[in-house]
């Protein structure tokens, strides 16, 4: 098993472009979340999904677009960057939502000038 | 709203001694887990330990245990040996549990930076 994977790695932007981040995990796992990392805050629930066709919002949503229309991908969208946006976003699975625990991915660091 | 708070934003200990990472977290939720996670220099985001709030026994891993007090609101861990390798970012989580809603979203704390020292 690969786990969870995010493509690209590492992303420069420009204020007002758009972009995809990808995500996929091949554990068959009905929950997907993604989480952006800033310096000394922690990391923070921007979007989540608890199964193919099921999106919901988390504690930072503005800004960012979520679908799932498969179990394995979870893409996340930014629609039109800010460098606010600057930071490290993760993306996460489970098994299932309440208590399994979650496996991240290696992180996409992604800069807005 | 649940929160989590790590005191101690860095933290050093000598290699083969013990230290004690402290978290505290605040929820009306009767029904939750806890969960330690380490983030070494190449950012990868590492499960540690995890704790089911309903199990009175403290979770223990290998060299890294907890200490759960579910009445005062604490968990916190303790590395025993430590050993270069642990030098990290530790992150506290809290999650509710499988009937609380928003079930699955973890809630992290601040950190702690930990320096293991040769």
């Known amino acids: 098993n690969a786990g969870v994977t995010q493509t690209p790695k590492f992303q420069v932007l420009k204020t007002g472009q758009s972009m995809t981040l990808q995500c996929a995990q091949d554990m068959n796992h009905e929950y997907m979340s993604w989480y952006r990392q800033d310096p000394g805050m922690g990391l923070r629930l921007i979007h989540y999904?608890?199964?193919?066709?099921?999106?919901d919002q988390g504690e930072v949503p503005n800004g960012y677009n979520v679908s799932r229309s498969t179990t394995e991908d979870f893409p996340l969208r930014l629609l039109s960057a800010a460098p606010s946006q600057t930071s490290v976003y993760f993306c996460a699975s489970s098994l299932s939502a309440g208590g399994e625990t979650q496996y991240f991915g290696p992180g996409t660091r992604l800069l807005v000038l | 709203a649940q929160t989590v708070t790590q005191s101690q934003p860095e933290m050093s200990v000598q290699e083969a001694e013990t230290v004690t990472l402290s978290c505290t977290y605040d929820?009306?939720?009767?029904?939750?887990?806890l969960f330690w996670y380490k983030q070494p220099p190449s950012r990868q985001m590492i499960l540690v330990i995890r704790q089911e709030a309903y199990k009175q026994q403290n979770a223990t891993e290998n060299r890294f245990s907890v200490n759960f007090q579910k009445a005062a609101k604490s968990f916190s861990l303790k590395i025993s040996d430590s050993q270069l390798g642990d030098t990290a970012m530790y992150f506290c989580a809290f999650m509710k549990g499988r009937y609380g809603g928003s079930q699955g979203n973890l809630i992290f704390g601040k950190g702690t930076k930990l320096s293991v020292k040769p």
């Open positions: 929820t009306s939720e009767s029904n939750y887990y």
């Open positions: 999904s608890v199964g193919a066709g099921i999106t």
